[in-house]
């Protein structure tokens, strides 16, 4: 069993920060690609940003320069550090990451449960 399990959302004002994180958990051979996708009422999950196991990183142009994903491995977490917030970044935001599994070494894609972002004054 993996379980990817997200905190660090909440009600921020415009222009705030928030920092996102998401710990994978269970029988973990190597966690591959993690990333973060967003989904706002009424539209489409997109990506947000993609930290591959090696390789550059990703972003959406609607958060370049402002959000930045990171990992630690050895805690096999990945971080979402969201800085100049505008209320168009309101959404709920999954952690996914495509993990191969101990034992029968398949990979599979996961996904945390969510975790609301809210930017309002």
């Known amino acids: 069993q993996v379980q990817l399990v997200e905190s660090g959302g909440g009600l921020v004002q415009p222009g705030g920060s928030l920092r996102l994180s998401c710990a994978a958990s269970?029988?973990?051979?190597?966690?591959?690609?993690m990333a973060w996708y967003r989904q706002a009422p009424g539209k489409q999950r997109e990506l947000v940003a993609l930290?591959?196991?090696?390789?550059?990183?990703n972003y959406a142009d609607s958060v370049k320069g402002r959000f930045t994903i990171s990992r630690d491995n050895a805690k096999n977490t990945v971080y979402l550090q969201m800085n100049s917030l505008k209320p168009e970044d309101t959404a709920v935001y999954y952690c996914?990451?495509?993990?191969?599994?101990?034992?029968?070494?398949?990979?599979?894609?996961?996904w945390g449960q969510g975790t609301q972002v809210t930017v309002s004054s």
């Open positions: 930290q591959p196991s090696g390789g550059s990183t």
């Open positions: 269970g029988s973990i051979f190597r966690i591959n690609a």
């Open positions: 996914n990451a495509v993990i191969q599994r101990l034992a029968s070494l398949r990979v599979d894609n996961y």
